[in-house]
């Protein structure tokens, strides 16, 4: 479940089943990991909890988890980026 060494993007899908939507197994482990793995850093003042960043207590990289389809209900399902530096967040 944990982020592996060469990963660098983590994109979650939805789908609908009838009247319903489901979340893919990659929604499951970002919400894993940002619940037990990673660490909060902070949120974006601009975009509060849309654009998150956290640190990896294992590597010590950065991960921004944002929601890019946010025309969608809730924001859509996540996506989970490396960055390349803590500085990189708020470009």
Same mark, same amino acid.
């Given at each position: 479940m944990k982020l592996k060494p060469h990963e660098t993007k983590l994109e979650g899908k939805w789908t609908v089943d009838g009247n319903k939507v489901r979340h893919d197994a990659t929604c499951d482990r970002i919400e894993w990991l940002v619940t037990h793995h990673l660490k909060l850093?902070?949120?974006s003042e601009k975009?509060?909890?849309?654009?998150t960043l956290? $640190?990896?207590?294992?590597?010590? *990289?950065?991960?921004?988890?944002t929601y890019p389809q946010g025309?969608? $209900?809730?924001?859509?399902?996540? *996506?989970?980026?490396?960055?390349?530096?803590?500085a990189s967040f708020d470009d």
């Open positions: 850093i902070t949120h975009w509060g909890a849309w654009k956290f $640190q990896d207590t294992d590597d010590g *990289r950065y991960w921004e988890r025309e969608m $209900q809730g924001g859509g399902p996540p *996506r989970l980026t490396m960055l390349s530096s803590r």
